[in-house]
């Protein structure tokens, strides 16, 4: 009952705990770490896969990189 009541200020959002949930699964939950080395090169080559080549629902099937270069050329055409 006390997670339900922390405010989201806190950062608990549910885009938040949605990206934690992809992180975990598709990261942390993937290797048994040696040291705080080897987990943040996986962590560093899992956010790169997920930011330049992973295809989002929510962006249509584009990678965030994608979606953020197709955004700043509509900005700059419409400027």
Request: charged share 25%; hydrophobic share 35%.
């Amino acid at each position: 009952m006390l997670a339900s009541s922390i405010p989201a200020v806190l950062g608990r959002t549910g885009h938040n705990e949605s990206f934690n949930g992809v992180f975990r699964d598709g990261c942390l939950n993937r290797w048994l770490f040696e040291s705080v080395r080897e987990s943040r090169e996986a962590t560093e080559h899992w956010l790169y896969e997920y930011n330049f080549e992973r295809p989002h629902g929510s962006l249509s099937g584009r990678s965030p990189a994608m979606f953020f270069e197709q955004w700043e050329q509509q900005q700059k055409e419409a400027a």
